[in-house]
């Protein structure tokens, strides 16, 4: 299993300005993704973040408005730039297992509120 | 594309009832398929999982099984607690992926 520690773990944001989200894991992890999950529905893959180079992105999703490091196999950012109300949603950090069974674990999440 | 379909909630019920969620999927391929569970204040974690046609995933009194031919994976647990509360959601992923795709998650309320 893998734990998984996000930060921050809320925070309310004014349009316009950019907010970075951290997830630091306790093990090294090949497999690192980032979910949003809008009010009322389901979550939904942003992106992969690969290690060393730059992160994959699903469609609908770009990287100048989620630009996502990966300095290294515990640790990655994502930050959501020139917020708007529609973009109140709680992120999600994950990873794969290491035994390559399919499960993903999560952290706790982290709920933004744009005003 | 691939997409999951679970019950809308809130499912409320008394302690020691039946409980059924529904799930079905749409995928082409053979997708594996999980439950993860989000209790308050806490972050999803895994339930159970079957990886192909009928496999029964169970764990904690939850079982659920892959049913291909009617494209399903419903949630049963014979007898719920009050602990059980928490939003349930169904998903898949393609064979060797971790792309996941979810459903809206289903609201379990149990009452003592």
């Known amino acids: 299993s893998a734990v998984i520690s996000q930060k921050p773990s809320r925070d309310i944001c004014q349009r316009g300005t950019s907010l970075t989200i951290q997830c630091q894991v306790d093990s090294q992890v090949t497999m690192m993704f980032w979910y949003r999950q809008q009010p009322g529905q389901s979550l939904t893959l942003i992106a992969t973040a690969n290690q060393g180079s730059e992160a994959t992105y699903e469609s609908g999703f770009v990287i100048d408005k989620f630009p996502i490091s990966r300095p290294n196999l515990t640790f990655s950012t994502l930050t959501v730039s020139n917020m708007s109300p529609e973009d109140s949603s709680i992120y999600l950090c994950s990873v794969g297992d290491t035994l390559n069974t399919g499960e993903l674990f999560f952290g706790e999440g982290s709920r933004l509120t744009v005003l | 594309g691939d997409s999951v379909t679970q019950m809308e909630g809130p499912v409320t019920l008394s302690e020691e009832a039946f409980l059924t969620i529904n799930c079905t999927y749409t995928?082409?391929?053979?997708?594996?398929l999980f439950w993860y569970v989000q209790y308050p204040g806490e972050g999803l974690q895994l339930l159970l999982k079957?990886?192909?046609?009928?496999d029964k995933g169970s764990n904690k009194g939850f079982e659920a099984t892959y049913r291909k031919e009617t494209t399903s994976f419903h949630l049963e647990k014979g007898s719920v607690q009050v602990s059980d509360s928490a939003v349930y959601f169904c998903a898949l992923s393609g064979p060797g992926t971790y792309k996941y795709i979810f459903g809206t998650g289903t609201r379990l309320k149990v009452l003592a």
């Open positions: 079957a990886t192909k046609a009928d």
């Open positions: 995928a082409t391929g053979y997708p594996s």
